[in-house]
T-cell receptor, first 113, second 110 residues
Framework: EAQVTQNPRYLITVTGKKLTVTCSQNMNHEYMSWYRQDPGLGLRQIYYSMNVEVTDKGDVPEGYKVSRKEKRNFPLILESPSPNQTSLYFC????????????FGPGTRLTVT | GQNIDQPTEMTATEGAIVQINCTYQTSGFNGLFWYQQHAGEAPTFLSYNVLDGLEEKGRFSSFLSRSKGYSYLLLKELQMKDSASYLCAGPGGNNRKLIWGLGTSLAVNP
């Protein structure tokens, strides 16, 4: 089944404790992206990747890191999480760029206390 | 600039028709997406209009006018399960990203 998977689905952590949210897609998509979604603010892009080893900042990259060592994986790293990073996070992928249909993972609900 | 505007909330009755509008100011948008998102779930693709006009897909239709920077999503024969947020989005940043509206929360009442 074609899909985007994310892990974990739910995470409660404390300020400053490094964490990684994994994202994997099995559709051989070139483009992958991370979003956060907060009430009243909509979907905001954190980072995106046009291809392996090619990543770029989205609209809200501060406090996050990403890597794209393989085509299928695009982990999101929070080196020192803070409470303002409490959010619902979505990973998405598309065939080639932002102008193609994006397929979303199920989401990761992160709480930082 | 690239901004997308859509109403925050709408309500409708089961069995009725509802139109959700989306307007945008853009340079370089070459199409418009509509996604559906149920509360707490991931957005799912509904439609992508590249050409002007109406595209019908079952109970859902989407319209685009590029010259007016205007699109709408038309939902017919509303069902309770259509209660969701509807997001419009356009390719921006030289097609490197999607520019998202804040979404329209639709409540379908019995």
């Amino acid at each position: 089944e074609a899909q985007v998977t994310q892990n974990p689905r739910y995470l409660i952590t404390v300020t400053g404790k490094k964490l990684t949210v994994t994202c994997s897609q099995n559709m051989n998509h070139e483009y992958m992206s991370w979003y956060r979604q907060d009430p009243g603010l909509g979907l905001r892009q954190i980072y995106y990747s046009m291809n392996v080893e090619v990543t770029d900042k989205g609209d809200v990259p501060e406090g996050y890191k990403v890597s794209r060592k393989e085509k299928r994986n695009f982990p999101l790293i929070l080196e020192s999480p803070s409470p303002n990073q409490t959010s619902l996070y979505f990973c998405a992928s598309s065939l080639a760029s932002g102008s193609y249909e994006q397929y979303f993972g199920p989401g990761t609900r992160l709480t930082v206390t | 600039g690239q901004n997308i505007d859509q109403p925050t909330e709408m309500t409708a009755t089961e069995g009725a028709i509802v139109q959700i509008n989306c307007t945008y100011q853009t340079s370089g948008f070459n199409g418009l997406f509509w996604y559906q998102q149920h509360a707490g779930e991931a957005p799912t693709f509904l439609s992508y209009n590249v050409l002007d006009g109406l595209e019908e897909k079952g109970r859902f239709s989407s319209f685009l006018s590029r010259s007016k920077g205007y699109s709408y999503l038309l939902l017919k024969e509303l069902q309770m399960k259509d209660s969701a947020s509807y997001l419009c989005a356009g390719p921006g940043g030289n097609n490197r990203k999607l520019i998202w509206g804040l979404g329209t929360s639709l409540a379908v009442n019995p």
